[in-house]
Every structure is written in structure tokens, then in C-alpha cells.
């Protein structure tokens, strides 16, 4: 990105860059809360952390949310557990009808101008400065949702962006839908390309800043 010291050293870097250096935490017993029901999960977190498995939820807990929601979907909240049953986190699974309108959109150079011709000017949009809105897609986009519309954002940016890219879209109006980001861990990329694990340590541990 060719930028300053100081612009690495700033808080939006910090925590724009915080999820990507964050320690994995593996092996862990994780359970799923959907209501007042706790779902333990099979199996443990994997070596990135991550976690999948499939859990069940009662139509009649699903229609509870269907039936409370104005919008053409409605979102059912969801709280991930460690084995204590301490919430680690919270999230929220989209449900939509049999039928209906869908509207699948890109988020780059579509909702935020990111400029992904340029990889300098991309990362630097990306890490280093607040995201600007392309102008008039909220207002649109709002008015395909009253028309009944339910909504997927897509894009090739990593899932460690999503807080900020879901805060964004939120702050300037556009409405609630899914996120489908791209699966990404930097201590893989970065052996992938042929860096030694030492430099690898050294890069994540001068990122976290120790």
C-alpha cells in the first residue's frame, strides 16, 4: 500500500487488520443456542477455529420470528457457546418463504466503492480509509426491499471484514440480508506463497503489535 507509519500505527488499521491475526482457537466444545434450546455440536473446532455442523430448529420456534417480521424475511438470532455455556458470540440465520424475490448483489464497486481494478488503491480502501457508499444504492435498494425483495451480499472479500462491511451497509441504509464472504486465513496465504514459518510468526506477531 506504500503508506506511512503512522497510517499503520492508526486505530481503523487495528481493527480492520484484528480479525485476521486473531489466535485460532482449536479443539474447543462448542454448543449453538436457538431460543432456549442448546445444541451441542459433534465435533470440536478445527485447527483454523472453525467449526460446521448441522443443527435442527423446531418450526414453531422459525414461524415465531416469520410471524413477528414486517419484511419479506425474517432473522432468527443465534448465540454460539463454548462448553460452559458462556456466549462466545452472537449472529443470525436469514429465513425466507418457498417463494419470493431474491436479490443476490455484489458488494465491491457495486454498494462501496473499492476501486478492485487497482490492488494498491483496493487494500488501501480497504484497511486504511472509511468506506464510502456508490451513491443512490441505499435508496434503491430500499425501495426493492418494499417492494418485497429479501436480500444476499456477496463478495470475494474475506470473511474477516464482515463486521465492518455488515456495520457499513447498516449505518447507510441498506437493508438486512445475508453474507457470503470468502474463506481466508493469512498464516495459510502467506506459506502459500513461499514465506518460511519463522517469517510468517514474525509478520503475525509485528501485526499484533509484540
Not at 432468527?76 to 455455556?85: E, F, G, I, R, S
Not at 481494478?117 to 443512490?136: M, S
Not at 493469512?186 to 503475525?204: A, S
Request: with cysteine; glycine share 8%; proline share 4%.
Amino acid at each position: 500500500m506504500q503508506a506511512s507509519d503512522e497510517s499503520f500505527a492508526g486505530e481503523l488499521f487495528r481493527e480492520r487488520i484484528a480479525r485476521f491475526v486473531a489466535q485460532d482457537r482449536p479443539g474447543l466444545r462448542i454448543a449453538v443456542r436457538v431460543g432456549e434450546r442448546l445444541v451441542a455440536l459433534p465435533k470440536k473446532t478445527r485447527r483454523n477455529g472453525h467449526f460446521q455442523a448441522a443443527v435442527r430448529v423446531p418450526i414453531s420456534v422459525a414461524q415465531e420470528f416469520v410471524s413477528a417480521s414486517t419484511a419479506s424475511s425474517a432473522f432468527l438470532p443465534l448465540a454460539v457457546c463454548q462448553a460452559d455455556q458462556a456466549v462466545v458470540t452472537s449472529g443470525q440465520v436469514q429465513l425466507l418463504g418457498r417463494t419470493g424475490l431474491s436479490i443476490i448483489s455484489d458488494i465491491d464497486d457495486t454498494l462501496k466503492d473499492s476501486h478492485v481494478v487497482c490492488k494498491r488503491t483496493l487494500l488501501t480502501n480497504t484497511f486504511l480509509r472509511p468506506f464510502e457508499t456508490i451513491p443512490g444504492m441505499a435508496a434503491l435498494f430500499r425501495q426493492w426491499s418494499a417492494a418485497g425483495a429479501a436480500f444476499h451480499y456477496v463478495s470475494s472479500s474475506p470473511w474477516q471484514l464482515y463486521e465492518h462491511l455488515a456495520e457499513h451497509l447498516a449505518v447507510e441504509g441498506f437493508p438486512a440480508g445475508s453474507f457470503h464472504l470468502r474463506a481466508f486465513r493469512l498464516r495459510d496465504h502467506l506459506l502459500r506463497r513461499g514465506y518460511p514459518g519463522g517469517v510468517v510468526t514474525r509478520v503475525v506477531r509485528t501485526l499484533l503489535g509484540l
